[in-house]
């Protein structure tokens, strides 16, 4: 197996400084040179994120394009979908990759429609799509309030940690990682980012523990909730209904 390109966990603070960089306006990584002297390709991540082009996650995490970078899977609702496997297992053994990030956005029209289905049961030729997803909308249609942005929000979120679960539970992919708490652990991490506040939230209790910090470090005021559905790991089942 390839040598670790970076720890999981430190590779999520890199992640997390750079949303910090790019929310202040200090992105470090967005010069057109780097485009044109950038060959390698070695990822310290891999973003399964939606293929909506309002959503550029590479912009939003300032990294670079290619050294240090990310490698995004991109689809409707940033789904993880079975087809996936084979390319993550790839990257992990080839490139030592031992993140992977689930990323949904705000305002996705592939969450919008689903939630349609559900909030209004509206058929929709769409559902298809997204049909991987239902369990985490499930849930949130039954709690009423339904189609308001609060609303949706939580199915947003939601989303993210209920594909970042399919993604924990693929044997091809966990099976191959190191033990806990060891660099060649492979850690599955869910977010939302937040297209008009340029915040990236991160769910699960050691994200966030590690998201708070570094915003103290660089003064950056905390914009999320206190509460989150995704602030400690053992709620991403339940957040999905199951």
């Not at 091809?172 to 939302?192: C, H, K, L, W, Y």
Request: charged fraction near 25%; proline fraction near 5%.
């Amino acid at each position: 197996m390839q040598d670790i390109a970076m720890p999981a966990w430190d590779a999520l603070e890199v992640l997390i400084r750079g949303n910090c960089r790019f929310q202040v306006g200090r992105p470090e990584h967005t010069r057109k040179s780097e485009y044109e002297k950038q060959t390698a390709r070695n990822p310290i991540a891999i973003v399964v994120g939606c293929g909506d082009p309002g959503a550029d996650n590479r912009r939003a995490l300032d990294v670079p394009v290619g050294n240090g970078g990310i490698f995004q899977l991109k689809n409707a609702g940033a789904r993880y979908i079975s087809d996936y496997a084979d390319d993550i297992v790839l990257l992990i053994q080839k490139k030592g990759v031992r993140l992977v990030l689930v990323l949904t956005h705000t305002d996705c029209a592939a969450i919008g429609i689903t939630c349609q289905h559900f909030y209004h049961r509206e058929p929709t030729r769409a559902l298809g799509v997204v049909r991987d997803v239902i369990p985490a909308f499930e849930k949130t249609a039954r709690e009423g309030d339904t189609g308001t942005p609060a609303h949706v929000q939580r199915a947003t979120r939601r989303s993210a940690m209920w594909n970042a679960k399919l993604i924990r539970d693929d044997a091809r992919i966990m099976g191959i990682s190191g033990p806990r708490g060891s660099a060649e652990e492979i850690v599955v991490v869910a977010g939302t980012y937040n297209l008009l506040g340029k915040t990236i939230e991160f769910f699960g209790e050691e994200a966030r523990n590690r998201q708070q910090r570094i915003y103290a470090e660089m003064n950056i005021p905390w914009p999320f909730a206190k509460e989150s559905p995704g602030a400690a790991a053992p709620t991403l089942a339940s957040a999905a209904g199951k």
